[in-house]
Nanobody, 119 residues
């Protein structure tokens, strides 16, 4: 199973970016999917989660600005980021609980995509 992120880049404060994450490989289903981020010198933090049924949660720091969504048919998760701030600068990681068969899920990480917000 592989998770591959895309969509990062450099944007000015107030701008928008849309991150995508595609899951590939052999599996039967994906449970929760999430986005994390890690800024230089800081611990990795949870940004947003979405269940297979579409229930969403957000970190307080991104509520009202970021929107998570997923396409179960395409095995993808997205993060629409609006009103970006310099403090959103970080490497963003996709995370997913994937079931390679009908037993318990295994947690996977993507390689990360850099988001840089200039002031």
């Amino acid at each position: 199973v592989q998770l591959v992120e895309s969509g990062g880049g450099l944007v000015q404060a107030g701008g928008s970016l849309r991150l995508s994450c595609a899951a590939s490989g052999r599996f039967v289903s994906i449970d929760d999917m999430a986005w994390y981020r890690q800024a230089p010198g800081k611990q990795r933090e949870l940004v947003s989660t979405i269940t297979s049924g579409g229930n969403k949660n957000y970190a307080d720091s991104v509520k009202g600005r970021f929107t998570i969504s997923r396409d179960n048919g395409k095995n993808m998760v997205y993060l629409q980021m609006n009103s970006l701030k310099p403090e959103d600068t970080a490497v963003y990681y996709c995370n997913a609980d994937v079931r390679p068969n009908w037993s318990r899920a295994t947690n996977y990480w993507g390689q990360g995509t850099q988001v840089t917000v200039s002031s």
